[in-house]
T-cell receptor, first 114, second 116 residues
């Protein structure tokens, strides 16, 4: 069965600092990997996705993530945090051959301090 | 705006009641997924429909059922409601690629269900 682990349920950074949100996955088949963001009282918005093409994936709002098969990781980064980045971030995995459902991590709430 | 619409936005009801949540997918998307987001369980997949047929089932209770209609909108029916059913219910839709596999899931704004 697939699973996702997001290390750190809360991450706090200063405005302008590097954002690093960690995601490790478990999958018996090559996965598709996604990062979604959820702003308060809103739905989930896709930030970026990995679907077996380039291992470094660029997304919206300056975010990027790197797929590392050897480490089973897909960490999300942004060089410089903005106040508007404060939200909850979810990593998700979907396998390529079986069910198309998304299995989500428990989420990481990002706080950006002025 | 993802293009996926869900109604109602909020729903408050009592234990034992039945409710229906509605989802309209993005234009042209044949797949519809339902997810439940709660504080204790997080985001969990409930069920998927593709072009009117059930495609996959997740942790969906027997008290819950869903369907997808010919116009591709979907409804999630929740019956004999319990306090623990209070949650945010999301619908997502996805297009189908030439390979046959569904692509990215686009999420609606959700329906917040409160059971009192």
């Amino acid at each position: 069965a697939q699973s996702v682990t997001q290390l750190g349920s809360h991450v706090s950074v200063s405005e302008g600092a590097l954002v690093l949100l960690r995601c490790n996955y478990s999958s018996s088949v090559p996965p598709y990997l996604f990062w979604y963001v959820q702003y308060p009282n809103q739905g989930l918005q896709l930030l970026l996705k990995y679907t077996s093409a380039a291992t470094l994936v660029k997304g919206i709002n300056g975010f990027e993530a790197e797929f590392k098969k050897s480490e089973t990781s897909f960490h999300l980064t942004k060089p410089s945090a903005h106040m508007s980045d404060a939200a909850e971030y979810f990593c998700a995995v979907s396998d390529q051959g079986g069910s198309e459902k998304l299995v989500f991590g428990k989420g990481t709430k990002l706080t950006v301090n002025p | 705006d993802s293009g996926v619409t869900q109604t109602p936005k909020h729903l408050i009801t009592a234990t034992g009641q039945r409710v229906t949540l509605r989802c309209s997918p993005r234009s042209g998307d044949l797949s519809v997924y339902w997810y439940q987001q709660s504080l204790d369980q997080g985001l969990q997949f409930l069920i998927q429909y593709y072009n009117g047929e059930e495609r996959a089932k997740g942790n969906i209770l027997e008290r819950f059922s869903a369907q997808q209609f010919p116009d591709l909108h979907s409804e999630l029916n929740l019956s004999s409601l319990e306090l623990g059913d209070s949650a945010l219910y999301f619908c997502a839709s996805s297009p189908r690629r030439a390979s046959g596999r569904s692509d990215t899931q686009y999420f609606g704004p959700g329906t917040r269900l409160t059971v009192l």
